[in-house]
Protein backbone atom coordinates (compact mmCIF):
# COMPACT_ATOMS: atom_id res chain seq x y z
CA UNK A 1 0.00 0.00 0.00
CA UNK A 2 1.36 3.13 -0.97
CA UNK A 3 1.31 6.78 1.09
CA UNK A 4 -1.76 7.86 -1.05
CA UNK A 5 -3.10 4.42 -0.09
CA UNK A 6 -3.14 3.38 -3.76
CA UNK A 7 -2.12 0.22 -4.13
CA UNK A 8 0.60 -0.99 -6.05
CA UNK A 9 1.89 -4.19 -7.71
CA UNK A 10 4.89 -5.81 -6.22
CA UNK A 11 5.46 -8.57 -8.47
CA UNK A 12 7.16 -6.61 -11.40
CA UNK A 13 9.06 -5.13 -8.75
CA UNK A 14 10.25 -7.88 -7.02
CA UNK A 15 11.53 -9.52 -10.24
CA UNK A 16 13.37 -6.18 -11.19
CA UNK A 17 14.95 -6.37 -7.72
CA UNK A 18 16.15 -9.62 -8.30
CA UNK A 19 17.72 -9.35 -11.11
CA UNK A 20 19.43 -6.04 -10.04
CA UNK A 21 20.92 -8.24 -7.10
CA UNK A 22 21.97 -10.85 -9.52
CA UNK A 23 23.86 -8.39 -11.85
CA UNK A 24 26.71 -7.06 -9.44
CA UNK A 25 28.96 -6.36 -12.14
CA UNK A 26 29.67 -3.03 -14.15
CA UNK A 27 30.80 -3.47 -18.00
CA UNK A 28 31.87 -1.14 -20.62
CA UNK A 29 29.75 -1.70 -23.52
CA UNK A 30 31.18 -2.43 -27.14
CA UNK A 31 30.90 -0.42 -30.19
CA UNK A 32 27.76 -0.54 -31.59
CA UNK A 33 26.32 -2.83 -29.09
CA UNK A 34 22.60 -1.98 -28.57
CA UNK A 35 21.71 -1.14 -25.33
CA UNK A 36 18.48 -0.81 -23.53
CA UNK A 37 17.29 1.91 -21.04
CA UNK A 38 14.78 0.63 -18.75
CA UNK A 39 13.18 3.50 -16.32
CA UNK A 40 11.02 2.70 -13.28
CA UNK A 41 8.70 5.71 -11.30
CA UNK A 42 6.91 6.36 -8.75
CA UNK A 43 5.86 9.62 -6.41
CA UNK A 44 8.60 8.82 -3.86
CA UNK A 45 11.53 7.64 -6.40
CA UNK A 46 12.81 7.34 -9.54
CA UNK A 47 15.14 4.66 -11.40
CA UNK A 48 16.84 4.51 -14.53
CA UNK A 49 19.14 0.93 -15.73
CA UNK A 50 21.24 0.80 -18.68
CA UNK A 51 21.67 -2.94 -19.82
CA UNK A 52 22.62 -4.68 -22.56
CA UNK A 53 22.91 -8.97 -23.99
CA UNK A 54 25.71 -10.77 -23.38
CA UNK A 55 26.57 -13.20 -26.36
CA UNK A 56 29.66 -15.22 -25.20
CA UNK A 57 31.86 -17.28 -27.69
CA UNK A 58 30.64 -20.39 -28.58
CA UNK A 59 33.71 -22.19 -28.17
CA UNK A 60 34.43 -22.91 -24.29
CA UNK A 61 36.96 -25.31 -24.51
CA UNK A 62 39.78 -23.15 -25.07
CA UNK A 63 41.62 -21.04 -22.37
CA UNK A 64 40.08 -17.68 -21.22
CA UNK A 65 41.81 -15.31 -19.31
CA UNK A 66 40.78 -13.28 -17.05
CA UNK A 67 43.06 -9.88 -16.08
CA UNK A 68 42.22 -9.28 -12.27
CA UNK A 69 43.12 -5.97 -9.77
CA UNK A 70 42.29 -4.75 -6.96
CA UNK A 71 43.03 -2.23 -4.63
CA UNK A 72 41.75 -1.05 -1.12
CA UNK A 73 42.60 2.68 0.59
CA UNK A 74 41.00 5.19 2.87
CA UNK A 75 38.55 6.13 -0.35
CA UNK A 76 37.05 2.69 -0.59
CA UNK A 77 37.75 -0.59 -2.53
CA UNK A 78 37.16 -1.58 -5.98
CA UNK A 79 38.10 -4.64 -8.19
CA UNK A 80 38.62 -4.70 -11.40
CA UNK A 81 38.60 -7.64 -14.48
CA UNK A 82 38.73 -8.09 -18.13
CA UNK A 83 38.13 -11.52 -19.26
CA UNK A 84 39.59 -12.11 -22.76
CA UNK A 85 37.96 -14.79 -24.94
CA UNK A 86 40.56 -17.12 -27.28
CA UNK A 87 39.23 -14.82 -30.53
CA UNK A 88 40.10 -11.76 -28.40
CA UNK A 89 36.79 -10.50 -27.30
CA UNK A 90 37.25 -8.71 -23.78
CA UNK A 91 34.33 -8.29 -21.52
CA UNK A 92 35.42 -5.82 -18.79
CA UNK A 93 33.75 -5.13 -15.70
CA UNK A 94 34.27 -3.07 -12.31
CA UNK A 95 33.41 -3.70 -8.65
CA UNK A 96 33.00 -1.21 -6.00
CA UNK A 97 33.39 -3.32 -2.65
CA UNK A 98 30.84 -1.73 0.19
CA UNK A 99 32.98 -3.15 3.01
CA UNK A 100 36.28 -2.63 4.64
CA UNK A 101 38.75 -4.98 2.90
CA UNK A 102 42.55 -4.96 2.80
CA UNK A 103 44.49 -4.85 -0.75
CA UNK A 104 44.70 -8.67 -0.89
CA UNK A 105 41.35 -9.22 0.07
CA UNK A 106 40.52 -6.79 -3.05
CA UNK A 107 42.65 -8.80 -5.42
CA UNK A 108 40.51 -12.13 -4.37
CA UNK A 109 37.17 -10.55 -5.11
CA UNK A 110 38.74 -9.62 -8.31
CA UNK A 111 39.77 -12.75 -8.96
CA UNK A 112 36.41 -14.39 -7.71
CA UNK A 113 34.41 -12.30 -9.84
CA UNK A 114 35.86 -13.53 -12.75
CA UNK A 115 36.04 -17.22 -11.79
CA UNK A 116 32.05 -16.43 -11.00
CA UNK A 117 31.71 -14.73 -14.77
CA UNK A 118 33.08 -17.65 -16.27
CA UNK A 119 31.35 -20.19 -14.19
CA UNK A 120 28.37 -18.82 -15.57
CA UNK A 121 29.46 -18.65 -19.48
CA UNK A 122 30.09 -22.52 -18.86
CA UNK A 123 34.06 -21.63 -19.93
CA UNK A 124 35.92 -24.68 -19.44
CA UNK A 125 39.60 -23.50 -19.39
CA UNK A 126 41.23 -20.70 -17.61
CA UNK A 127 44.87 -18.75 -17.39
CA UNK A 128 44.49 -16.39 -14.98
CA UNK A 129 46.74 -13.49 -15.10
CA UNK A 130 46.99 -11.42 -11.50
CA UNK A 131 49.08 -8.65 -10.14
CA UNK A 132 49.43 -10.13 -7.11
CA UNK A 133 51.91 -12.35 -6.15
CA UNK A 134 50.38 -13.22 -2.82
CA UNK A 135 46.99 -14.19 -4.72
CA UNK A 136 48.85 -16.48 -7.40
CA UNK A 137 51.57 -17.63 -4.89
CA UNK A 138 48.71 -18.99 -2.54
CA UNK A 139 46.85 -20.86 -5.38
CA UNK A 140 49.87 -22.60 -6.83
CA UNK A 141 50.57 -23.69 -3.25
CA UNK A 142 53.85 -22.05 -2.73
CA UNK A 143 52.81 -19.72 -0.08
CA UNK A 144 50.87 -21.14 2.57
CA UNK A 145 47.46 -19.28 3.77
CA UNK A 146 48.37 -17.89 6.98
CA UNK A 147 45.57 -15.59 8.57
CA UNK A 148 42.28 -16.27 8.69
CA UNK A 149 40.55 -13.88 5.67
CA UNK A 150 42.99 -15.58 3.16
CA UNK A 151 42.44 -18.76 4.40
CA UNK A 152 38.63 -18.25 4.24
CA UNK A 153 39.46 -16.67 0.27
CA UNK A 154 41.57 -19.13 -1.08
CA UNK A 155 39.11 -21.99 0.16
CA UNK A 156 36.77 -20.30 -1.81
CA UNK A 157 38.90 -19.58 -4.80
CA UNK A 158 39.50 -23.17 -4.52
CA UNK A 159 35.91 -24.19 -4.95
CA UNK A 160 35.57 -22.39 -8.16
CA UNK A 161 38.59 -23.32 -9.63
CA UNK A 162 37.45 -26.95 -9.16
CA UNK A 163 34.57 -26.50 -11.70
CA UNK A 164 37.04 -26.08 -15.03
CA UNK A 165 38.56 -28.50 -16.39
CA UNK A 166 41.91 -26.83 -16.76
CA UNK A 167 42.76 -23.77 -14.40
CA UNK A 168 46.44 -21.86 -14.22
CA UNK A 169 47.12 -18.31 -12.91
CA UNK A 170 50.19 -16.45 -12.96
CA UNK A 171 51.63 -13.51 -11.37
CA UNK A 172 52.45 -10.41 -13.48
CA UNK A 173 53.64 -7.17 -13.16
CA UNK A 174 51.35 -4.41 -12.99
CA UNK A 175 52.29 -2.76 -16.08
CA UNK A 176 51.47 -5.73 -17.76
CA UNK A 177 47.76 -5.81 -16.57
CA UNK A 178 45.10 -4.94 -18.37
Known amino acids: MSTDGRKRPKKPFRDMK ?6 PLLTTPQPKETLYVYRAAAKEVGST ?3 SEVAPE ?17 KGSRANLVLIGPSGVEYTYALRLNFVNTN ?4 YEALLAGLRIAKRMKVQSLEAKVDSKLVASQINESYVASNNSMVRYLAKANEHIACFKSFSIKNILRNQNC
Do not use: R
Open 18 to 23: KLIIGL
Open 49 to 51: MLA
Open 58 to 74: KDNTKAWTPYTDGASNL
Open 104 to 107: NEAK
